[in-house]
């Protein structure tokens, strides 16, 4: 393996439809010889988000990391480190599964839940998987640019993301999602 795509986002296709990547942008936390791991950006899951406030005690909006090991909860956050076990994006962004400390830090007022991004399971490529789903064009990588990956996001994410690139992005962002309706 020559190359990371580790900070890079993931633009699905047109291509793929009909599952949970259908329109999705990834982010890819991890990306090494043994595979890449990443989370969905923009697929809320609303049933879940509106249990979760009863659980953390605070409204939470939770997404769909991606289809793998969906009872693991995955927390982005923005600033400073709250806990020693994390994963750095960049650096202003970090990964981790410390439920714990990032409760304990909202409810200490340490760090706003404005600060914080909630996801159920994630996105996962064995070796070399996702460098063939790249030459396959599932998906286009697109260098970070200003995304605050805690922000609240939906589709209009995928469909911003695809007008900015522009040329034949721009005709993807504006296809039906069954573009055998096009």
């Known amino acids: 393996m020559n190359y990371s795509y580790k900070g890079k986002i993931l633009i699905s296709t047109p291509d793929v439809s009909g599952d949970i990547f259908s329109r999705s942008v990834v982010l890819i936390v991890d990306h090494n010889e043994?595979?890449?791991?990443?989370?969905?950006?923009?697929?809320?899951?609303?049933?879940?988000?509106?249990r979760l406030m009863s659980a953390f005690g605070f409204p939470v909006e939770l997404y769909e990391g991606?289809?793998?090991?969906?009872?693991?909860?995955?927390?982005i956050l923005k600033g400073e480190k709250i806990t020693p076990e994390f994963i750095e994006i960049n650096h202003e962004f970090y990964l981790t599964e410390d439920i714990d400390s990032v409760i304990s830090a909202v409810v200490n007022q340490e760090i706003s839940v404005a600060?914080?991004?909630?996801?159920?399971?994630?996105?996962?490529?064995?070796?070399?998987?996702?460098?063939?789903?790249?030459?396959r064009k599932l998906w286009t990588i697109v260098d970070?640019?200003?995304?605050?990956y805690t922000l609240p996001n939906d589709q209009g994410l995928w469909k911003n993301i695809m007008q900015n690139l522009?040329?034949?992005?721009l005709l993807w962002a504006n296809a039906p999602e069954d573009v055998s309706l096009n």
């Not at 996801?119 to 030459?135: A, D, I, P, T, V």
């Not at 970070?144 to 605050?148: I, K």
């Not at 522009?166 to 992005?169: K, L, P, S, T, V």
Request: hydrophobic share 35%; charged share 20%.
């Open 144 to 148: 970070v640019y200003n995304l605050d």
């Open 166 to 169: 522009g040329g034949e992005f």
């Open 115 to 135: 600060d914080i991004k909630v996801f159920s399971g994630y996105s996962g490529w064995s070796s070399l998987q996702l460098e063939g789903e790249l030459q």
């Open 34 to 50: 043994s595979g890449a791991f990443g989370l969905i950006l923009n697929k809320k899951n609303q049933n879940i988000s509106s």
């Open 66 to 75: 991606g289809p793998v090991e969906n009872e693991r909860i995955y927390f």
